[in-house]
Structure formats: C-alpha cells, structure tokens
C-alpha cells in the first residue's frame, strides 16, 4: 500500500503536533502542553494541600483553613464566647451573660426593685418604697355598696328606759370614710310586747337655726339620753315589738364625713316609760376603691 505524498505530508505534521510523551514541559505538542498542565496541578495541589496539615506550620489552604477553624473553634468560641455553662467568673461572653443576669436577678432585682410582695419600708427596696408610700397616701377614693360585709360592729348589751317624750339614748355613732349606702344591723327587745322600741339613723340638724349642738355632736358619750328633737334630723328607723332580742336591719345613705348617730327610743303612743334593749351592732357594706 503506497501513501501519496500529500497525505504523508499531512500525517507527518500531525504527528509532530501531537509529540511524543517525553516532550518536555512548554509549547510546541500536545503532550508538551499535557506536561505543562501536569505542572499546573502539582502546583495548585501543593498550594492546597491536604487536610491532615495542621494549623500555624504550613502555608496551604487547608493549613490556612485549619488556622481558621482553630481561631474560631479554640479562641473565639473558646475562650471568647465560652459555652452556655460557663459561671460568673469565666471572662467568656456566656460567663459576662451570666454575671449580668446575675446582677440583674440577684442585685438589681432581688436587692434594688425587689418584688410585689416586699413588705413596706421606706428604706428598702423600690418595690417596699412603694409599698410604704402606698400604706401613707391610701387610694385616691371611694364609696358604700351595700352588702352583709361588716365594717364596723359592737357587740355590747345597751339597755335604756324612761325616755319622755322625745328623748331618745345614743347607742353608736358611725363615721363614713366614702359616700353610699350601709345595712345597719341590730338586735333589739322591747322587753314588752305592748311597746315598740326603735332603732334610728340620725345626722345632725347642721343648717337649722334653733338647733341644740351640744346635746349630741361627735364627742358626745355613747349612753346619753338628749332630746332627739331638737339635735338631730331622722333619716330612716327600724323597730321591734317583741320581748326577746330580734334582729332588725335597714339599708341608709350616707356621706363622708358626716357621723350617723344610732339613737334608740320607745313609745307606747303617749310618751310612757319603757325599758329597751340593743345589742351586736353592725354597720355593714363593701368598700369600692377607684
């Protein structure tokens, strides 16, 4: 088989593009480049490395990266940030988090703000400061609701008789701290079924002109008889007509500041004499506070 000339020609150059594999390093074949990119990789693979270089001896990437994992790892989060365990004395971050939760719950809180429940005292904690105030200033106001809430009682026996006409015996005073309404509560006897004790609520006749003001005013004795007439201005009653202690009630208005004078009298209809009883007084209601 002969080649033509040309086409030996064209085989030729194309061998010699191709080379031989002991072409060296540089242009010319493509083994030659192969040599060449070959040099490359060896290159590129000793500028990476491998990952069993360690870290601050080499200068590979994967020394570079194990630099890096040490920084991170070994000092920042470390030494620097610490773990969530880490107690007040660590200088880490997590133990600087811990000192400053505890100043906040143990010193800020527990010795400075202190909680809801600090009893009060007024050099204390900000939370017993308040509380202190708190017992001096009260609320700002109220008033009465009626309910069977005692708010004030006394449960001593009063007795009286021979009240004349319109005298009557000052059995208890009250001194409402808000405006509203109160149940008044007793047990009375009448001692005779023939009469009828009474049990009043009373204020004072403060605008009327010929008003008697010293028989019965907020000082006056528990026990005096006085003239009801000309002291006092009714505002509601309650009355038995039984010989033996029944209890009575009635629901009152009141206004704050102004006593409420109990007064207790009998009457057979023509100003007769009468021995009367009253016992376990009681002013009863619920304080709503605003």
């Known amino acids: 088989m002969s080649i033509e000339k040309a086409n030996l020609a064209l085989l030729i150059d194309a061998l010699n593009k191709l080379g031989k594999v002991g072409d060296p390093n540089g242009q010319g074949s493509v083994f030659a480049y192969l040599k060449r990119l070959e040099g490359f990789v060896d290159a590129l693979e000793a500028q990476l490395g491998t990952s069993a270089d360690p870290a601050g001896s080499v200068t590979t990437v994967h020394g570079k990266i194990a630099d890096l994992r040490s920084l991170i790892v070994d000092t920042l989060m470390g030494?620097?940030?610490?773990?969530?365990?880490?107690?007040?004395?660590?200088?880490?971050l997590f133990g600087k988090l811990a000192l400053l939760q505890y100043g906040l719950n143990t010193d800020l809180i527990g010795n400075r703000i202190g909680s809801t429940g600090d009893a009060p005292n007024g050099t204390g904690t900000i939370m017993a400061r308040l509380a202190n105030l708190s017992t001096k200033v009260g609320t700002v106001g109220g008033y009465y609701r009626v309910s069977d809430t005692v708010l004030e009682s006394d449960a001593t026996v009063r007795?009286?008789?021979?009240?004349?006409?319109?005298?009557?015996?000052?059995?208890?005073?009250f001194f409402p701290k808000f405006t509203g309404e109160v149940k008044v509560k007793a047990e009375v006897n009448s001692q005779n079924a023939n009469y009828t004790t009474y049990i009043s609520a009373a204020m004072q006749k403060v605008l009327a002109s010929a008003v008697d003001t010293s028989a019965v005013n907020s000082t006056t004795p528990i026990g005096t008889i006085f003239n009801v007439q000309n002291s006092v201005i009714m505002i509601a009653s309650m009355n038995v007509k039984v010989a033996a202690f029944t209890p009575v009630s009635m629901i009152i208005g009141v206004t704050a500041g102004v006593p409420v004078f109990l007064i207790m009298n009998s009457?057979?209809?023509?100003?007769g004499y009468v021995t009367t009883q009253c016992r376990n007084i009681s002013i009863c209601g619920t304080e709503v506070r605003y």
């Open 159 to 173: 007795s009286g008789g021979a009240y004349v006409g319109l005298s009557g015996q000052l059995v208890y005073v």
């Open 79 to 92: 030494s620097r940030i610490g773990v969530s365990t880490d107690g007040t004395s660590v200088a880490s």
């Open 267 to 271: 009457t057979d209809g023509s100003g």
